[in-house]
Nanobody, 123 residues
Protein backbone atom coordinates (compact mmCIF):
# COMPACT_ATOMS: atom_id res chain seq x y z
CA UNK A 1 0.00 0.00 0.00
CA UNK A 2 1.23 3.50 -0.87
CA UNK A 3 0.57 6.36 1.55
CA UNK A 4 0.58 10.10 0.89
CA UNK A 5 0.34 12.46 3.84
CA UNK A 6 -0.68 16.09 3.55
CA UNK A 7 -2.05 19.01 5.54
CA UNK A 8 0.96 20.13 7.52
CA UNK A 9 1.93 23.77 7.89
CA UNK A 10 2.69 26.62 10.25
CA UNK A 11 0.18 27.40 12.99
CA UNK A 12 0.20 29.44 16.18
CA UNK A 13 -0.09 27.98 19.65
CA UNK A 14 -3.68 27.03 20.32
CA UNK A 15 -4.50 26.63 16.66
CA UNK A 16 -5.71 23.61 14.72
CA UNK A 17 -4.68 21.57 11.71
CA UNK A 18 -6.09 18.51 10.02
CA UNK A 19 -3.71 16.04 8.46
CA UNK A 20 -4.81 13.63 5.77
CA UNK A 21 -3.26 10.43 4.52
CA UNK A 22 -4.48 8.96 1.26
CA UNK A 23 -3.84 5.28 0.59
CA UNK A 24 -3.65 3.43 -2.69
CA UNK A 25 -2.57 0.11 -4.08
CA UNK A 26 -4.28 -2.21 -1.67
CA UNK A 27 -7.50 -2.71 0.27
CA UNK A 28 -7.43 0.15 2.75
CA UNK A 29 -9.95 -1.38 5.11
CA UNK A 30 -7.59 -4.33 5.73
CA UNK A 31 -5.18 -2.13 7.66
CA UNK A 32 -4.87 -0.50 11.00
CA UNK A 33 -3.70 3.05 10.38
CA UNK A 34 -1.40 5.03 12.60
CA UNK A 35 0.11 8.47 12.92
CA UNK A 36 3.62 8.95 14.26
CA UNK A 37 5.77 12.03 14.59
CA UNK A 38 9.44 12.87 14.75
CA UNK A 39 10.81 16.10 16.12
CA UNK A 40 14.32 17.27 15.19
CA UNK A 41 16.91 15.30 17.12
CA UNK A 42 14.35 12.95 18.62
CA UNK A 43 13.13 9.46 17.89
CA UNK A 44 9.93 8.82 16.01
CA UNK A 45 7.04 8.37 18.40
CA UNK A 46 3.50 7.06 18.33
CA UNK A 47 0.69 9.61 18.17
CA UNK A 48 -2.56 7.79 17.34
CA UNK A 49 -3.96 4.70 15.67
CA UNK A 50 -7.30 3.43 14.45
CA UNK A 51 -8.67 -0.05 13.89
CA UNK A 52 -9.74 -1.36 10.47
CA UNK A 53 -13.34 -0.24 10.75
CA UNK A 54 -12.72 2.75 12.98
CA UNK A 55 -14.28 1.00 15.95
CA UNK A 56 -11.30 1.50 18.22
CA UNK A 57 -8.85 4.37 18.51
CA UNK A 58 -5.63 4.72 20.48
CA UNK A 59 -3.72 7.83 21.54
CA UNK A 60 -0.46 8.82 23.12
CA UNK A 61 -1.01 10.45 26.49
CA UNK A 62 0.58 13.65 25.21
CA UNK A 63 -2.17 14.19 22.63
CA UNK A 64 -5.19 12.61 24.30
CA UNK A 65 -8.09 15.05 24.41
CA UNK A 66 -6.53 17.31 21.76
CA UNK A 67 -6.08 15.07 18.72
CA UNK A 68 -8.66 12.89 17.00
CA UNK A 69 -7.92 10.15 14.49
CA UNK A 70 -10.60 9.07 12.04
CA UNK A 71 -10.86 7.23 8.76
CA UNK A 72 -13.09 7.10 5.71
CA UNK A 73 -12.71 3.69 4.11
CA UNK A 74 -14.78 4.77 1.12
CA UNK A 75 -12.17 7.46 0.39
CA UNK A 76 -9.16 5.37 1.46
CA UNK A 77 -8.12 8.17 3.76
CA UNK A 78 -7.18 8.54 7.40
CA UNK A 79 -7.25 11.89 9.20
CA UNK A 80 -5.66 13.44 12.23
CA UNK A 81 -7.50 16.44 13.62
CA UNK A 82 -5.15 18.38 15.85
CA UNK A 83 -6.54 21.03 18.19
CA UNK A 84 -5.00 23.16 20.92
CA UNK A 85 -1.61 22.78 19.33
CA UNK A 86 1.51 23.46 21.36
CA UNK A 87 5.10 24.18 20.34
CA UNK A 88 5.94 20.67 21.60
CA UNK A 89 3.78 19.26 18.81
CA UNK A 90 6.22 20.59 16.23
CA UNK A 91 7.43 17.60 14.20
CA UNK A 92 7.21 15.79 10.92
CA UNK A 93 4.09 13.65 11.03
CA UNK A 94 3.99 10.28 9.31
CA UNK A 95 1.08 8.02 8.54
CA UNK A 96 1.61 4.27 8.54
CA UNK A 97 -0.30 1.07 7.86
CA UNK A 98 -0.21 -2.24 9.72
CA UNK A 99 -1.94 -5.49 8.81
CA UNK A 100 -2.60 -7.01 12.20
CA UNK A 101 -0.53 -5.30 14.87
CA UNK A 102 -0.03 -6.81 18.29
CA UNK A 103 1.00 -3.45 19.70
CA UNK A 104 -0.47 -0.53 17.77
CA UNK A 105 1.95 1.88 19.44
CA UNK A 106 5.05 0.09 18.13
CA UNK A 107 6.78 1.44 15.00
CA UNK A 108 7.94 -2.03 14.08
CA UNK A 109 4.37 -3.22 13.59
CA UNK A 110 3.84 -0.89 10.63
CA UNK A 111 5.13 -2.13 7.28
CA UNK A 112 4.07 0.83 5.16
CA UNK A 113 4.91 4.49 5.67
CA UNK A 114 4.06 7.77 4.03
CA UNK A 115 6.60 10.48 3.28
CA UNK A 116 5.76 12.77 6.20
CA UNK A 117 4.27 16.23 6.48
CA UNK A 118 5.81 18.99 8.59
CA UNK A 119 3.82 20.66 11.36
CA UNK A 120 5.32 23.75 12.98
CA UNK A 121 3.65 25.36 15.98
CA UNK A 122 4.89 28.84 16.82
CA UNK A 123 4.78 30.27 20.31
Amino acid sequence: VQLQASGGGLVQTGGSLRLSCAASGSTFSNYYMGWFRQAPGKEREFVAAIRWNGGSTYYADSVKGRFTISRDNAKNTVYLQMNSLKPGDTATYYCAAASNPVRVTSLGEYAYWGQGTLVTVSS
